[in-house]
T-cell receptor, first 113, second 115 residues
Framework: DADVTQTPRNRITKTGKRIMLECSQT?????MYWYRQDPGLGLRLIYY???????NKGEISDGYSVSRQAQAKFSLSLESAIPNQTALYFC????????????FGPGTRLTVL | TQLLEQSPQFLSIQEGENLTVYCNSS?????LQWYRQEPGEGPVLLVT?????EVKKLKRLTFQFGDARKDSSLHITAAQPGDTGLYLC???????????????FGKGTKLSVIP
């Protein structure tokens, strides 16, 4: 079984809808991250969490919110989706050291019409 | 904000050719990681380089960290179709605003190896 799982894998939605992307991990890591990937722009950090009580904004947090329900679960919400949020979204985990290897989920392809 | 520039952005070569991908910054990093991402999957770590001037080899892939720890290169010898993918470098540096080490990703080099 995969160490980092994301659901759904693909989602098509309409402008203005609320969307939640979920991430679960079995690696026992405290740190979890949400990134979006766009062609030519690489990976950009949306939010990250050091533990259940610690949530931090990343480079591009506007229009997104997150919830760390447990050590193993970190969800990303788009309260009112807009077309320029169409992208590939990745969840990742790492050990406590910030320069540790990050383990990525398989990604969620989100299309906002 | 620490920036990492990767070049080239796209590279299409014939099987058996050699290639080099570059990752450059004006910032010093405590370490630098290289990831490979295949279509439909998340990035997977290939190697981490920590010491200035360090060279690491992974089969036909050779990774080098610059002496000043501001740049890195990935050289592939005799490329194979299985090397096709997106190669990402990521530098680790201390973010005083966040109060912790953070990874900054480059935009990636998309490699296609044609049989």
């Amino acid at each position: 079984d995969a160490d980092v799982t994301q659901t759904p894998r693909n989602r098509i939605t309409k402008t203005g809808k609320r969307i939640m992307l979920e991430c679960s991990q079995t690696k026992g890591h405290d740190r979890m991250y949400w990134y979006r990937q766009d062609p030519g722009l690489g990976l950009r950090l949306i939010y990250y969490s050091f533990d259940v009580k610690d949530i931090n904004k990343g480079e591009i947090s506007d229009g997104y919110s997150v919830s760390r329900q447990a050590q193993a679960k970190f969800s990303l919400s788009l309260e009112s989706a807009i077309p320029n949020q169409t992208a590939l979204y990745f969840c990742a985990t790492s050990e406590m050291l910030g320069d540790s290897e990050q383990f990525f989920g398989p990604g969620t392809r989100l299309t906002v019409l | 904000t620490q920036l990492l520039e990767q070049s080239p952005q796209f590279l299409s070569i014939q099987e058996g050719e050699n290639l080099t991908v570059y990752c450059n910054s004006s910032s010093v990093f405590s370490s630098l990681q290289w990831y490979r991402q295949e279509p439909g999957e998340g990035p997977v770590l290939l190697v981490t380089v920590v010491t200035g001037g360090e060279v690491k080899k992974l089969k036909r892939l050779t990774f080098q960290f610059g002496d000043a720890r501001k740049d890195s290169s990935l050289h592939i010898t005799a490329a194979q179709p299985g090397d096709t993918g997106l190669y990402l470098c990521a530098g680790a540096g201390y973010d005083s605003g966040a109060g912790s080490y953070q990874l900054t990703f480059g935009k990636g080099t998309k490699l296609s190896v044609i049989p």
